[in-house]
């Protein structure tokens, strides 16, 4: 199964959680796979070392005479593979720009992959550029973080009225996974009034796991680990060992 985990407005926990979700389920005995398609690469740098990096997501797209295995790095997870990022990856759309299979790259890239995972994570960036539209068209299912803050759903319509257009023709097999409510500060009126109104739209589409503030999830990338490396008992660990068996209950 391919989850994409999209929400073009930045800073919701997309990247914490395609860390620390893909982490869980290999950490379940899934062989899984994680492609990072954000320039910034933060998914990539909690895995692994830069310097030992040549190509990646980038090269993926556009080195088409080589197989696409040639840019999978094992990580230090057992079970858990990853296609970096690198910030070449930011000149990528203008470089797909005219061509007639540009929507479909990484589909058709991934297909030669596929059956080597039993899951493949995308972590997309923060826009809802031919990037992630080649996520959407490749996926079966995407993920949208949301954090419990004011402004939560600003901007879901128009990722919501994207996924709407690549289902009605270049992937009618795209179905919403779940919605995941990020950042909750169990302290605040405001996080849980949140809350309660994303239930209220996405109903059961809503993940039952909640993935509360932590300092331990926002410290554990600078240490280039995932929550269960760097921190295996706290609530984020638990958190997102949590949500990792809501999502395989759900494929």
Not at 17 to 35: E, M, V
Not at 90 to 115: C, H, N, P
Not at 194 to 219: A, M
Request: glycine share 4%.
């Amino acid at each position: 199964m391919i989850i994409v985990i999209a929400n073009q407005k930045g800073g919701v926990g997309k990247t914490t959680t395609a860390i620390n979700l893909s982490a869980a389920c290999a950490l379940q005995g899934k062989k899984t796979l994680l492609i990072d398609l954000d320039p910034q690469s933060n998914s990539s740098m909690s895995f692994v070392e830069p310097d030992r990096v040549n190509g990646g997501a980038y090269e993926l797209f556009t080195e088409l005479d080589k197989p696409a295995d040639s840019f999978i790095y094992k990580t230090n997870v057992e079970k858990l593979d990853l296609v970096p990022a690198r910030i070449n990856l930011a000149k990528l759309e203008a470089k797909l720009i005219g061509d007639f299979d540009a929507a479909f790259r990484l589909r058709d890239r991934i297909e030669q992959i596929r059956s080597d995972y039993d899951l493949i994570f995308i972590d997309t960036p923060p826009t809802l550029g031919m990037i992630t539209v080649n996520a959407l068209v490749a996926a079966n299912y995407v993920m949208i973080p949301i954090q419990s803050s004011y402004f939560a759903l600003e901007g879901t319509d128009d990722l919501l009225e994207t996924i709407e257009k690549v289902r009605s023709r270049p992937n009618p097999e795209l179905n919403l996974l779940g919605v995941l409510v990020t950042m909750f500060d169990r302290r605040t009126a405001l996080s849980k009034d949140v809350e309660s109104h994303i239930r209220k739209v996405f109903g059961k589409k809503t993940f039952n796991t909640i993935i509360t503030r932590s300092v331990r999830l926002e410290e554990s990338p600078a240490h280039k680990k995932s929550i269960f490396a760097y921190a295996p008992k706290s609530s984020g660990a638990v958190e997102y060992q949590s949500l990792s068996k809501e999502v395989l209950k759900r494929v």
